[in-house]
């Protein structure tokens, strides 16, 4: 009899951020096939006798395709076994979690989605930065800062105009890479260089950096593309940070 998947997302860092299901499926757990960002606080969870399986992934270095790793969640389940997909942030926000729910699904795995704090919103808060505020944003709009598709640069693959436009957030996972681009197609299409922006680094992670100044300053401060998990933040609301340096 085949065994189940539960894919849940382990919030942006702390555990303390896990909500009760994702701590019971966790605790639950037979085989763990995680991301490479998982602290280190909500691995010291899982149990013991749990057999763990690194599929981590970085900006363009993938040593485990996603194809394989849907093949290593129904070969589990398919031998009996309750498997953990943990992953950072929510599953179902740039996660790929959709992805993996449709194979299990095309292959008759019972699977369940357990959702954790995004980055966006668990960075975001730790940093004091609201992603709408009466007066300032009436929405959010979350972006991929890498490219999706290899063939179409990446000027291409977003709508600048609208992304310029005044009143939204505009968060930006994976943007540290191209924080540059990112700036200077925003202001080629009418963004003020003073619009505040944050780099939310290790964002609810005892080791966390902000840096948040006018957009053309954190261009000039901002840390190097490297490892670290970063979160680009962009609009007026980063102004209510404490962080916040005009």
């Keep these: 009899m085949n065994g189940r998947v539960d894919i849940v997302g382990a919030g ?3 555990a303390d951020l896990l909500s ?3 701590l019971r499926r966790i605790q639950a757990a037979e085989v763990v096939v995680h991301d490479r960002l998982i602290d280190v606080e909500v691995m010291v969870l899982l149990p013991l006798t749990a057999r763990r399986i690194d599929v981590g992934k970085a900006a363009g270095h993938h040593a485990v395709r996603q194809e394989q790793i849907h093949e290593i969640l ?3 389940a398919r031998a009996g076994r309750r498997v953990l997909r943990l992953k950072g ?3 179902f926000v740039f996660g790929r979690g959709g992805e993996e729910v449709q194979a299990l699904q095309a292959a008759g795995i019972e699977c369940e989605v357990v959702p954790g704090i995004s980055a966006a919103n668990g960075c975001a808060a730790a940093a004091g930065i609201p992603l709408t505020h009466r007066g300032l944003a009436s929405s959010c709009v979350f972006l991929s800062g890498h490219l999706a598709d290899e063939l179409t640069p990446f000027e291409q693959q977003l709508d600048w105009p609208a992304l310029a436009r005044t009143g939204q957030t505009r968060v930006f996972y994976m943007g540290m890479e191209r924080l540059a681009e990112i700036a200077r197609q925003l202001q080629a299409h ?3 260089a003073q619009t505040p922006a944050a780099v939310v680094q290790d964002g609810t992670r005892k080791g966390q950096q902000v840096i948040a100044r006018p957009l053309d300053q954190l261009l000039e401060l901002a840390p190097a593309y490297g490892p670290r998990p970063s979160l680009l933040i962009i609009g007026e609301t980063v102004r209510l940070s ?3 340096k005009a």
């Design 12 to 14: 942006p860092g702390a």
């Design 20 to 22: 009760l299901r994702a």
């Design 74 to 76: 129904i070969e589990q």
């Design 89 to 91: 942030g929510d599953p």
């Design 190 to 192: 009418g963004l003020s």
């Design 242 to 244: 404490p962080y916040f």
